[in-house]
């Protein structure tokens, strides 16, 4: 008969991904210098609320993974006089403008 090992403290439960996932959002929703209603505006959206967000110079990414960062998804550029551009995958990739992070 094989034996059978005791947990240890550290065999706790990994969080799964959409707790790393909310997790994220919930940093970006109280991250200082980011546009909030862009963020909010993200959030709000289902599909968008599924991926993994992340910010850089104001503009907000989003990834399929949450390990390695997936590079096949559109992103939104903040633009002065607030607007937003949708780029993407590539940065050469122009989605479209918008006036609202909406």
């Known amino acids: 008969m094989g034996s059978i090992d005791a947990p240890s403290a550290s065999d706790g439960p990994e969080p799964g991904q959409g707790d790393v996932v909310e997790a994220a959002w919930q940093r970006m929703l109280h991250r200082e210098g980011m546009d909030i209603r862009l963020v909010r505006a993200a959030h709000d959206e289902p599909l968008l609320r599924q991926l993994h967000p992340s910010s850089s110079h104001q503009d907000l990414h989003f990834s399929r993974c949450t390990d390695d960062w997936s590079w096949d998804v559109p992103f939104v550029m903040h633009l002065p006089g607030e607007r937003y551009l949708v780029v993407g995958p590539s940065r050469s990739q122009i989605v479209g403008?918008?006036?609202?992070?909406?």
């Open 97 to 102: 403008e918008a006036d609202t992070a909406e």
